[in-house]
């Protein structure tokens, strides 16, 4: 699909996986609208691509300020791809692992799993339905596409780890409404896509130590290459199937052949 004379959503595009996406859109001609809450970064990306995309604040638990950022993106140009890469904030009180039931023998409370499952699933639904709705009102470009939504999964959502009742919920949730989508919107000639990454190198595990460190301790679980995925390898993932038509219903497993 050219997205060159369109419109590209990134939520999270101030992160890790994002701003790759971002960045992979952008060449593709697109202007994006960044979303997330890190300001400073995302007035900074918008800044440095310099093509008429923008940053939006966006909190993907708000559906108002979902509704905000699409609507952004489809004012500067009909909305063509939309990737859902964002995060979210931590459990209320959450301190580590979320075992359903600690060492201690205490259960993990359900606000904690309803908060995850919120965050990476519910709000992940919310951004793909208000996407294709503005999808829908596009011309059909010559290959007879709207448009293409791509959300992100995890290997968790097929092999969960201790501590990840939630998350991996939450991840297998994207597996499982991927093909669903897909067909739901088949009609209206709008795709629907995921991407389940392994290790990668993101700001999450920069915060807690330094590159190499990080490097050391997980690069050795993934089999080849032997070192945590690049951001920007899942930013052309996704620039890949924007373009590729015939990527559709189905999560692709990025991850070195990792496997737990």
Same mark, same amino acid.
Not at 79 to 88: K, P, T
Not at 196 to 215: C, D, I, M, N, S
Not at 219 to 242: C, H
């Given at each position: ?23 992979? $859109?952008?060449?593709?001609? /697109?202007?994006?609208?960044? #979303?997330?809450? *890190?300001?400073?970064?995302? %007035?900074? &990306? ?5 093509n008429g995309s923008i940053y939006v604040h966006t909190d993907i638990m708000d559906e108002n300020s979902i509704a905000k950022?699409?609507?952004a993106a489809a004012n500067l140009a009909p909305l063509r791809a939309a990737v859902v890469v964002h995060g979210g904030p ?30 990476? $699933?519910?709000?992940?639904? /919310?951004?793909?339905?208000? #996407?294709?709705? *503005?999808?829908?009102?596009? %011309?059909? &470009? ?48 709008i795709r629907a896509m995921a991407i389940a990454p392994g290790t990668f190198l993101t700001y999450a595990y920069l915060t ?28 052309? &993932? ?23």
């Amino acid at each position: 699909m050219d997205i060159s004379n369109g419109s590209a959503l990134v939520t999270g595009g101030a992160g890790g996986f994002g701003s790759a996406t971002v960045r992979r $859109l952008a060449e593709m001609g /697109a202007k994006v609208v960044i #979303a997330d809450v *890190a300001d400073e970064r995302g %007035e900074a &990306l918008a800044k440095e691509l310099g093509n008429g995309s923008i940053y939006v604040h966006t909190d993907i638990m708000d559906e108002n300020s979902i509704a905000k950022a699409v609507q952004a993106a489809a004012n500067l140009a009909p909305l063509r791809a939309a990737v859902v890469v964002h995060g979210g904030p931590p459990a209320p009180g959450a301190t580590g692992p979320a075992r359903t039931v600690n060492r201690e023998g205490q259960r993990l409370p359900l606000a904690n799993f309803i908060h995850t499952v919120n965050v990476y $699933l519910v709000s992940a639904f /919310a951004v793909t339905s208000q #996407a294709a709705e *503005a999808m829908a009102k596009n %011309e059909p &470009l010559d290959s007879n596409q709207r448009g293409v939504i791509v959300n992100t999964a995890s290997i968790a959502g097929f092999e969960g780890q201790p501590g990840q009742a939630g998350y991996s919920a939450a991840k297998g949730g994207i597996i499982g409404m991927t093909l669903t989508i897909a067909r739901d919107l088949a009609p209206l000639g709008i795709r629907a896509m995921a991407i389940a990454p392994g290790t990668f190198l993101t700001y999450a595990y920069l915060t807690r130590a330094t590159r190499e460190e990080v490097q050391a301790k997980w690069g050795p679980t993934v089999p080849n290459p032997r070192r945590m995925g690049d951001p920007d390898e899942y930013g052309l &993932l996704a620039a890949q199937i924007v373009r590729n038509d015939f990527l559709n219903g189905t999560t692709i497993r990025l991850d070195g052949a990792q496997r737990f």
